[in-house]
Every structure is written in C-alpha cells, then in structure tokens.
C-alpha cells in the first residue's frame, strides 16, 4: 500500500477545516491545535515542523473577527496582525517548501468601484491598506509572504456548510435571526458569493493530489444578501415577506471606516476549474444542496 500523503491542517477545528479533514481519509493528518499550538510562536511552530515533517500544510487558522479586527486597526501588535501575519511568517519560515496551501479571501481586494469583483486568479491585491479592512489588509499581508515563498494561495468567500455547532456561518446566522425574530434588513445592492464547504475540501484535495500550485478560488457566482437569504428562507418553507432591505452604500456612510463592507466583492474560478478539473455550484445548487445535508430553520 502506497504510503499516504502527511498534511499539516492548521485550524483543523473550525468551519472549514475539520471538514476539509472529514472528507479526506486519504491524508495522514497532523492537526496541531491552541494551546499547545501558537502559530505566533515561532520556536514552538519551528519545532512542530521538524518533528512532523509533512508533505503539505494547509493553513487555514487565521484571525476572522472582522469587527475585533477593527478596533485593532493599525496595531502590528494586535492580534489580528500577530495571528494572520507573523503567525504565517512563522510557518512558512519553518517549512521552507512550496507545498504551502494558505486559505484567504476576496477581501484581500478593495471590493470599490476602482477595483471591483468579482476577481479572477491573476488580479493582484493593492500594496496599500487605504481601501480595506484591518482584516482584509492583514490577510493581504499573508498572502504576500505566502507568494514570495511560491506557496499556494485558495481564496474563499463566506463558507457555508449544512451544520456545525462551534461556528454559525453567512446563510445559518440570518436563518438563526429569522428564527428569532430577530433579523435585520439586509443588503440588496451588495455583490457578494459564497462557497460550499464540501467543495472547499474538494479543491484542497485536487491541489494536493495534482501537485498544483498558484493562485486558486473556491466561490459561486454572485449574489445580494437579500437575495440570498430570502431564497433561502423559501426552500425551507417560509415567508421571507417581512425581511427588508437596506442599501450598503446608505449603511457606510454611518461607519468610521467606510470600506468595512466591500461592495463589489466575489471571486471568479474559471482558471482554477480548467487547471484542477473541478466545477463549482451556483448558490442556488449550493443552498439546494445544503438542504439535502440537513440545513434547517432553527428553532426559536
């Protein structure tokens, strides 16, 4: 029997990656998680490495709190900077192999009308924060260091799975509101994708097994918010009537950052289906599917 491939999963845990390990009994998983795991320790990462000696690593522990990481706006000795920036430093540092997955977001790009989504593989983030978040410039940031080093960048967007009891994602979160009673309006002028979990954990497999490398995505085609979760709300069998909707660009004009929502987000995937072999489902075909596995109106 041919020996498996070893993967390092940082973030094994949570939303994304420990259904990324679920689905893939093909690796031989190393999943080193907090506390005994800081990716912002660089001897203790360093240590990690050498012992373990893997194939591949995919990172997927990152800090993802959009609102905390604004309030850490500008401080290299946040959390959001130290987690998303030094902690990847740290990792590719100890590895020193391009067998490097980093997953990432659209929001590494400014999402406005000088550089609108969706975007494709090839289109490269700005060199400055004055359009992004803290966390989309932290990220940023990361994907820079990755590059340098010829590591493998998959961006995703809004992942969403069936059910997972740690973390509410961007469809279960409103379904929890509306539940609830307890929904707000929703963005209809707002271009945003999302991406099924299931074929997160597909496009990481294909990478590994094709031994491929660059730039990829892992998305939809796009959508509104509004459009998205009153859809949603119907295939479960329920009236969406009192879900109103609200303008984004009405809503930035009341933040202290006026980019915290990028506007024209989204990512295209037409070169990461022709490399890897792999198609991706419209977000109506991923709520479809979502139905199928379970995803459901929580009770109130």
């Known amino acids: 029997m041919p020996k498996k491939i070893k993967v390092l999963v940082t973030g094994s845990q949570g939303l994304v990656g420990s259904r990324f390990v679920e689905m893939s009994p093909q690796f031989d998983f190393v999943t ?23 194939d591949w690593i995919v990172n997927f522990a990152a800090f993802t709190d959009v609102n905390a990481s604004e309030q850490q706006a500008g401080d290299e000795a946040g959390t959001a900077w130290k987690v998303n920036v030094e902690g990847t430093q740290n990792l590719v540092s100890a590895f020193r192999s391009k067998n490097f997955i980093h997953i990432s977001t659209d929001m590494v790009f400014p999402g406005d009308i000088g550089q609108p989504g969706p975007y494709e593989e090839t289109d490269i983030p700005p060199e400055t924060n004055e359009k992004l978040t803290w966390y ?17 960048i998959l961006r995703i967007i809004y992942p ?8 509410t994602d961007y469809l279960r979160g409103p379904l929890k509101r509306f539940a609830e009673g307890k929904i707000y309006p929703l963005f209809m002028d707002q271009q945003v994708s999302i991406a099924y979990v299931d ?3 597909e496009t990481l497999q294909k990478i590994i097994e ?23 709300i119907e295939q479960l069998g329920h009236d969406s009537s009192i879900i109103k909707a609200c303008s984004v660009h009405d809503f930035l004009k009341t933040q202290t950052n006026p980019n915290r929502y990028p506007i024209y987000g989204g990512l295209k995937t037409k070169r990461t289906e022709e490399v890897l072999d792999i198609h991706f489902s419209s977000w109506q075909t991923i709520i479809e599917n979502l139905l199928g596995q379970g995803l459901s109106l929580p009770k109130a």
Do not use: Q
């Open 32 to 54: 080193p998680e907090l506390p005994e795991f800081d990716m912002t320790d660089e001897k203790a990462v360093k240590e990690l490495v050498d012992k373990e000696n893997p």
């Open 136 to 152: 989309g410039w932290t990220k940023n940031r990361a994907e820079k260091i990755v590059k340098e080093n010829g590591g493998t």
């Open 160 to 167: 969403v799975r069936a059910s997972f009891d740690r973390k």
């Open 199 to 201: 074929e997160i954990a």
């Open 210 to 232: 094709t031994d491929s490398h660059g730039v990829f995505h892992c998305s939809s085609d796009t959508t509104t918010p509004y459009e998205l979760i009153t859809y949603a």
